[in-house]
Protein backbone atom coordinates (compact mmCIF):
# COMPACT_ATOMS: atom_id res chain seq x y z
CA UNK A 1 0.00 0.00 0.00
CA UNK A 2 2.82 2.59 0.84
CA UNK A 3 4.22 1.73 -2.64
CA UNK A 4 0.92 2.50 -4.36
CA UNK A 5 0.97 5.71 -2.38
CA UNK A 6 4.61 6.93 -3.08
CA UNK A 7 4.28 6.18 -6.67
CA UNK A 8 1.15 7.79 -7.11
CA UNK A 9 2.90 11.23 -5.03
CA UNK A 10 6.11 10.53 -7.84
CA UNK A 11 3.30 11.10 -10.64
CA UNK A 12 1.10 13.86 -9.04
CA UNK A 13 4.78 16.17 -8.23
CA UNK A 14 6.32 15.36 -11.52
CA UNK A 15 2.97 16.15 -13.38
CA UNK A 16 3.25 20.04 -11.31
CA UNK A 17 6.48 20.11 -12.09
CA UNK A 18 5.67 19.87 -15.76
CA UNK A 19 3.00 22.38 -15.61
CA UNK A 20 5.02 24.71 -14.15
CA UNK A 21 7.78 24.53 -16.20
CA UNK A 22 6.03 24.91 -19.80
CA UNK A 23 3.43 27.70 -17.80
CA UNK A 24 0.59 25.70 -18.59
CA UNK A 25 -1.43 27.26 -16.42
CA UNK A 26 -1.09 30.83 -18.42
CA UNK A 27 -4.29 31.44 -20.55
CA UNK A 28 -4.11 30.51 -24.19
CA UNK A 29 -2.84 32.86 -26.77
CA UNK A 30 -4.66 34.32 -29.44
CA UNK A 31 -1.62 33.06 -31.99
CA UNK A 32 -1.73 29.75 -32.95
CA UNK A 33 1.73 27.44 -32.74
CA UNK A 34 3.53 29.52 -29.50
CA UNK A 35 2.96 28.76 -25.74
CA UNK A 36 3.15 30.55 -22.94
CA UNK A 37 6.71 29.53 -22.54
CA UNK A 38 7.97 31.02 -25.89
CA UNK A 39 6.51 34.42 -25.77
CA UNK A 40 7.47 34.93 -21.83
CA UNK A 41 10.89 33.65 -22.79
CA UNK A 42 11.08 36.27 -25.88
CA UNK A 43 10.71 38.48 -23.35
CA UNK A 44 12.82 37.86 -20.89
CA UNK A 45 15.85 37.63 -23.46
CA UNK A 46 14.64 40.77 -24.93
CA UNK A 47 17.01 44.07 -23.96
CA UNK A 48 13.76 46.51 -24.46
CA UNK A 49 10.52 46.76 -22.29
CA UNK A 50 8.78 45.46 -25.88
CA UNK A 51 9.30 41.86 -27.63
CA UNK A 52 8.11 40.82 -31.18
CA UNK A 53 6.63 37.67 -30.40
CA UNK A 54 4.50 36.94 -34.04
CA UNK A 55 3.89 38.27 -37.65
CA UNK A 56 0.26 36.84 -38.17
CA UNK A 57 -0.64 37.87 -41.41
CA UNK A 58 -0.81 41.79 -42.08
CA UNK A 59 0.03 42.32 -38.04
CA UNK A 60 2.94 41.72 -35.54
CA UNK A 61 2.16 40.58 -32.28
CA UNK A 62 4.20 41.77 -29.32
CA UNK A 63 4.53 41.12 -25.78
CA UNK A 64 5.42 43.59 -22.57
CA UNK A 65 5.24 43.47 -19.05
CA UNK A 66 2.75 45.39 -17.31
CA UNK A 67 4.69 44.29 -14.06
CA UNK A 68 1.49 44.62 -11.79
CA UNK A 69 1.10 48.35 -12.15
CA UNK A 70 -1.53 47.43 -14.97
CA UNK A 71 -2.32 48.88 -18.71
CA UNK A 72 -0.73 52.39 -18.53
CA UNK A 73 3.05 51.05 -18.37
CA UNK A 74 2.31 49.18 -21.27
CA UNK A 75 0.91 51.85 -22.94
CA UNK A 76 3.91 53.45 -22.45
CA UNK A 77 5.79 51.05 -23.88
CA UNK A 78 4.13 50.78 -26.74
CA UNK A 79 4.43 54.88 -27.26
CA UNK A 80 7.73 54.65 -26.53
CA UNK A 81 8.38 52.06 -29.70
CA UNK A 82 5.78 53.15 -31.89
CA UNK A 83 7.25 57.14 -31.45
CA UNK A 84 10.95 56.05 -32.27
CA UNK A 85 9.96 54.59 -35.98
CA UNK A 86 8.28 58.39 -36.93
CA UNK A 87 4.81 58.41 -35.84
CA UNK A 88 3.35 60.85 -33.54
CA UNK A 89 1.04 59.61 -30.49
CA UNK A 90 -2.46 61.41 -30.91
CA UNK A 91 -5.54 59.11 -28.78
CA UNK A 92 -6.13 56.20 -26.73
CA UNK A 93 -9.51 54.89 -27.17
CA UNK A 94 -10.47 51.72 -24.68
CA UNK A 95 -7.86 49.34 -26.10
CA UNK A 96 -6.39 51.25 -29.17
CA UNK A 97 -3.56 53.71 -29.05
CA UNK A 98 -4.31 56.02 -32.46
CA UNK A 99 -0.82 57.16 -33.97
CA UNK A 100 -0.30 59.38 -36.87
CA UNK A 101 2.46 59.80 -39.55
CA UNK A 102 2.30 61.80 -43.20
CA UNK A 103 -1.21 61.47 -43.42
CA UNK A 104 -1.78 57.68 -42.47
CA UNK A 105 -2.96 56.53 -39.39
CA UNK A 106 -2.22 53.74 -37.06
CA UNK A 107 -3.72 51.81 -34.72
CA UNK A 108 -2.00 49.65 -31.85
CA UNK A 109 -4.59 47.40 -30.03
CA UNK A 110 -3.72 46.01 -26.71
CA UNK A 111 -4.72 42.91 -24.51
CA UNK A 112 -4.56 42.50 -21.18
CA UNK A 113 -3.27 38.47 -21.27
CA UNK A 114 -2.40 37.97 -17.43
CA UNK A 115 -2.27 40.36 -14.90
CA UNK A 116 1.78 40.41 -15.45
CA UNK A 117 1.48 40.53 -19.48
CA UNK A 118 -0.22 42.76 -21.99
CA UNK A 119 -0.09 41.35 -25.37
CA UNK A 120 -0.20 44.01 -28.66
CA UNK A 121 -1.45 43.93 -32.10
CA UNK A 122 0.27 46.63 -34.55
CA UNK A 123 -0.89 46.36 -38.51
CA UNK A 124 2.88 45.59 -40.11
CA UNK A 125 4.00 48.49 -41.77
CA UNK A 126 4.47 51.14 -38.77
CA UNK A 127 8.36 49.90 -39.46
Keep these: MKKVGFILGSVIVIIGVYIFVNKLYYPSLPIENLSAKE ?13 EIAVDGDFIW ?6 NKGISI ?4 I ?4 VSNGWEFKDKNGAG ?7 KSLIATTQM ?3 NYVLVKITSNFK
Excluded at 62 to 67: C, G
Excluded at 74 to 77: G, L
Design 39 to 51: VIDKLKESDSKIA
Design 62 to 67: YITSSA
Design 74 to 77: ADEN
Design 79 to 82: KQMV
Design 97 to 103: LFFEKDD
Design 113 to 115: WTK
